[in-house]
């Protein structure tokens, strides 16, 4: 048997796997606790952030609370059939389509085989399953509703980890971000220093109506990253999104 033959057998049953997780998780979509979730910036603290030219937000992200956002965001994750869908016809492709991207990153040193990476917004768990099948076998995602094995529940406002805790990140849900500041931040805590964060965007492109926000420019994007030097920015064909950013965080403030 190929070496890699029992890794890709594993990854075409765990989306089988996946769906016969009884479905418990959807209590989160009413019963997720506000005590989970970051608070809320006071008005003053919001008056006092000047807003980012380069990001538009959504008018329909007015929330009443944050509360009603997570309960949003939790209907599109934990929609049965996207989850089928996911799960089954989308899980090979995009596993592979990850796995091309991230191989790409080992070519140019950004990532290696000892990297402890984290997936955020991970759903199933796609591109966590893809760090595994190119041998970063240290890797794990977060999303508002886990996803065993591969994904554990967390909010990207907030994330569930220590500073400094991982080598490499990647997220391709930015526009999903109520917070853009904070989303980012988190990213920039939570990496080591000379750590790399990779992001799938879209620029110009309207997302999907679980969109909080909207980016105009990279320029807007790159702005928010105030611990870290860009490595590049490039075209990328990725589920909808048309562009790569790199960047690694300084290793002094």
Not at 79 to 98: E, Q, S
Not at 149 to 177: I, K, M, T
Request: charge should be positive.
């Amino acid at each position: 048997m190929p070496a890699d033959a029992k890794p890709r057998a594993l990854l075409l049953v765990r989306p089988l796997l996946l769906l016969s997780i009884p479905f418990l998780s959807l209590l989160l979509l009413y019963g997720y606790s506000s005590s989970s979730a970051p608070p809320l910036p006071d008005a003053a603290a919001a008056r006092a952030s000047p807003p980012n030219p380069h990001i538009r937000m959504r008018r329909g992200a007015a929330f009443r609370s944050y509360d009603d956002y997570l309960r949003h965001q939790l209907n599109k994750t934990l929609d049965p059939r996207l989850r089928r869908v996911w799960a089954t016809r989308d899980w090979r492709r995009k596993v592979d389509a990850f796995a091309r991207a991230f191989r790409a990153l080992q070519a140019e040193g950004l990532l290696s085989n000892a990297s402890r990476a984290l997936c955020v917004g991970a759903r199933l768990g796609q591109e966590v399953a893809a760090l595994r099948l190119v041998g970063v076998s240290d890797a794990v995602g977060i999303d508002l509703a886990p996803a065993p094995p591969l994904v554990v529940r967390g909010d990207f406002h907030a994330q569930p980890f220590a500073d400094a805790a991982f080598d490499f990140e990647f997220s391709n849900v930015f526009d999903h971000a109520l917070y853009p500041d904070r989303f980012v931040a988190e990213i920039e805590r939570t990496l080591r220093p000379g750590g790399v964060a990779v992001l799938h965007v879209a620029v110009h492109r309207r997302g999907d109506k679980y969109s909080a926000n909207d980016l105009l420019d990279v320029h807007g994007l790159l702005a928010l990253f105030r611990r870290s030097e860009v490595v590049r920015v490039s075209k990328v064909d990725a589920f909808g999104l048309d562009t790569e950013v790199v960047l690694r965080k300084k290793r002094s403030p």
